[in-house]
């Protein structure tokens, strides 16, 4: 299996921690963190990860906003997203389906099982 790269974008240190233990630890990936969202577009331009976990309530700018501005710069716009969010009703689910993020998880998220949800999106891109 080839190492994966993936940019880990939350404003809480202690879900960056748990995420990035539960990455290399269970999946082998290669794990890049920023802690707002003005860090983690600067990280992904040059970066280049393959993947990016990016929160949705951050203080500076929030997830769908840093997503739509990584959407909008070519040298980021084909990377998947993974939206993390703790709100997950039904119309959240519906607004962020209809920006194109590549999937949304719930926090709190599975450390056991969050390489392998992450994989089986890279696997279906």
Known sequence: MTLKRILIVDDEADIRTVAQASLEIMGDWEVITAASG??????????KPDLILLDVMMPD?????????????????NI?????????????????????????????????????DLMAILDRG
């Open 38 to 47: 003005h860090e983690g577009i600067a990280k992904a331009e040059t970066e």
């Open 80 to 116: 998947p997203v993974v939206l993390l969010t703790a709100k997950v009703q039904a119309a959240d689910q519906r607004r962020f389906a209809d920006l194109g993020v590549t999937a949304v998880f719930a926090k709190p998220f599975d450390p056991v099982t969050l390489s392998d």
């Open 61 to 77: 700018i929030d997830g769908p906003t840093a997503f739509l501005q990584l959407r909008a710069n070519p040298q980021t716009q």
